[in-house]
């Protein structure tokens, strides 16, 4: 980070949606994100890891604007976002810079380019918008020369085609312009890889990283597979972040946190990713109970993930873990925070509780993998 002050600070973000079921149905309360804490930095990349439906999507909309939290606070450089929005004007960073700042390249993005518009009209629009005063000339060098950066040769010809005579690689890339051409300080890159092909991503990946850096852009992906999460963020020096059920549960350096996992959750999506170099245990079972993904109108007490977690103890079900780096002694050398209490010193009562007894599933199935959804 080449600053103090983060592009981004989230203090003890909730978003609750509420949710009826049919037409005389009482409203229920959805808790998709629920005391998050994060910064992003300026030139920064942090991957946000976890099942579909732990809220990661929702987290990521919030940081960037599009999604107002329920509480809590989400700051851009200090400018509390949506403060700037009730205020317009006077607000001391102004509202539609922030929206400039913050932008977004969809998992889906064809569904995010206007299927009547060729290419070169919709990388005009910013530029349009922002740059007010370049000439049209100007304007059709600048997209040319992005399209060439990303390896769309000839530029002249690929701006006149419309999305749906481009690739899925090629689309994605367009997304990626348009959202580079705002200069923007940060992009949320929600499953921006999954939609394409194995050989391709990571090609788009390295791509992603090397304009990162040449436009001093900081990164936050989305993304259900840690192999991606790993690749994205090793590079750079990032962070994963691990998501379940709408809270943060661990965070930290890419390598702490594969090849020492402080949640027993991390282990599970560790064991889930057959492809991932990174592993502390050779097990062929999955390090999980058989039971399904609570469900997030009526979360379970204490910790979360106590009624699918091979470590419960009593204590697990009545309190609920906060992020806390590493202090016991059973831990390795890694101190990046865990919400668990197997992290905790020998004093707290986790230590001295009983284990829960196995739980099994109501239908037998158990989810452990993240999907291609949206959460």
């Known amino acids: ?29 959805v808790q998709a994100v629920n ?14 890891v976890g099942e579909s439906g732990c809220g990661k999507t929702t987290l990521g909309k919030t940081a960037i604007g599009l999604q107002r939290p329920t509480s809590g606070s989400v700051k851009y450089r200090g400018q509390d976002i949506w403060e700037a929005r009730e205020n317009g004007s006077d607000a001391e960073i102004p509202f539609g810079d922030i929206r400039r700042a913050l932008q977004i390249i969809h998992q889906d993005p064809g569904s995010s380019l206007n299927p009547n518009r060729r290419v070169l009209n919709t990388l005009e629009r910013p530029l349009k918008t922002w740059h007010p005063e370049m000439s049209t000339d100007d304007r059709e060098a600048r997209i ?5 950066r990303v390896g769309m040769k000839p530029a002249e010809d690929y701006s006149g085609r419309y999305p749906h005579q481009l690739s899925g690689g090629e689309k994605q890339r367009v997304a990626l312009i348009r959202a580079l051409l705002m200069n923007p300080d940060l992009i949320l890159a929600d499953e921006a890889v999954s939609a394409l092909d194995v050989s391709l991503r990571v090609d788009m990946m390295d791509l992603m990283l090397e304009l990162q850096d040449q436009f001093n852009t900081s990164f936050l992906f989305i993304s259900h597979n ?9 590079k750079t020096g990032g962070r994963i972040g691990i998501m379940y059920l709408g809270q943060m549960v661990e ?5 702490e946190v594969l090849r020492n996992p402080k949640h027993p959750y991390s282990k599970v999506l560790q064991w889930a990713t057959p492809d991932l170099e990174a592993k502390t245990d050779d097990v062929s079972e999955p390090p999980i109970r058989e039971i399904d993904i609570p469900d997030p109108v009526d979360p379970p ?22 992020l806390e780096e590493s202090t016991h002694q059973r ?24 284990p829960i007894e196995d739980l099994e599933s109501t239908d037998g199935r158990s989810s452990i993998t993240g999907g291609e959804a949206d959460d």
């Open 35 to 48: 005391g998050v804490d994060l910064e992003i930095g300026e030139n920064d990349v942090v991957a946000l």
């Open 331 to 354: 831990g390795a050398d890694a101190t990046h925070p865990a919400a668990c209490f197997r992290v905790y010193d020998d004093d707290h009562p986790y230590w001295d509780s009983e």
């Open 226 to 234: 840690l192999s991606n999460a790993r690749y994205l963020t090793k």
């Open 301 to 322: 007490s204490g910790c979360r993930f106590h009624t699918r977690c091979p470590e419960a103890r009593e204590a697990c079900a009545k309190e609920e873990p906060t």
């Open 251 to 255: 965070i930290g350096p890419t390598e």
């Open 1 to 29: 980070m080449s600053s103090d002050q983060p592009v981004i600070s989230m203090e003890d973000v909730e978003v609750h949606f509420t949710n009826k079921s049919g037409f005389f149905s009482d409203e229920q309360t």
């Open 144 to 148: 040319h020369g992005m399209l060439e």
